[in-house]
């Protein structure tokens, strides 16, 4: 059986992180289905590659093409200077309404982390991602539409803008909020964990963040009613807990009490930052995989940047890419496939042998280049 994959190379060090990863994620399925299974990898422009090609950052024929698929996978994209996009991957996940951002973080033996208990990290951050400020509307202050819009909400709402603001708007409807939870709930009752946390600044922002955490209540309540329970009840059973923390007190939990959150659902920006301070506590965004999805297509990426001043000097860290794409086989029913990825790179990080942000963090480690650290990865499958 073949599974079609499109996949954008991305731009800076995205070509270096691909090409360690792929030869790693074929193996990984050829070992597991003992050749029955195979990926065909279609490729798709996008970023600076498309621009060189076709004229344009994202073409009309990549959105096309991915509108029809079912699985994807990309490389970082630069973010166009000077006009254009607010940002490519802003602009994928809003044309393809890739409207879930789903970003797992676990500890790997070895890595020196700015924690003590780095272990106690295992969480899987559900973060809503076409809403919210990346939505977000804004005039520059002294412009024509921001004065219009403050004398608007001076004269007519009676509230107190100082007419020299920059104003922004952040939209958050109850749709978006709760297709973001339904999902974070049903991959917790699959995965049989135990807890669901909205994480909300609602103190404060009480009908967009406040909202949204009264809207996840309100979906657990009306379509898991039977499966979940609320932190109140002191005896859930085997109940799924939705419970929800104020997101300043939420960053202080996940530093001092990890152990007890396991999945969190949030707003666009909360998730945002989280899921990158998470993954600094077990490592950095190197080895932190990601996917946007819609209901229809599963879109896999590389988390961190373009780093253009590492490309084409072979010291990147493909981990990023490569633990994406096996989530990517856990998506397709391939999970023999994603845990020989997950195991080789477990193995291979207590070889010490290991890119130059991992090294950073290791006592006595040895610094390999891009591509050797895919072959070792490679010889580990």
Known sequence: MTQVVYFIEGDGIGPEIWAAARPVLDAAVKKASAGA????????????????????????????????????????LTTPVGGGFRSLNVALRQILDLYACIRPIRYYPGIVSPVRNPEKVDMIVFRENTEDVYAGIEYESGSQEAKRLISFLREELG????????????????????RLVRKAIQYALAQGKPSVTLVHKGNIMKFTEGAFARWGYELAAAEFGGQTTNEADEA????????DR?????????????????????????????????????GGLGIAPGMNCSDQLAFFEATHGTAPKHAGKDTANPGSILLSGAMMLEQMGLPEAAALVQNAMVKTIASKHVPRDLAAQMEGAVTVGCREFGELLLAAI
Do not use: C
Not at 236 to 243: A, C, D, E, H
């Open 236 to 243: 859930p059973g085997s109940r799924l807990v939705i419970k």
């Open 246 to 282: 104020i997101a300043d007190n939420m960053f202080q939990q996940a530093l001092m009490k990890p152990e007890l959150y396991s999945v969190l659902a949030t707003p666009n920006l909360n998730g945002d930052y989280l899921s990158d301070a998470l993954a600094a506590q077990v």
């Open 159 to 178: 509230a107190n803008v100082d007419l020299s603001a920059g104003v922004g708007i952040k939209p958050m409807t109850e749709h978006g909020s709760k």
């Open 37 to 76: 299974r195979k990926i065909e990898w279609r490729e798709i422009l996008a970023g600076e590659k498309a621009l060189n090609e076709t004229g344009e950052y994202l073409p009309q024929e990549t959105i096309d093409t991915l509108r029809q698929a079912e699985f994807a996978i990309k490389g970082p």
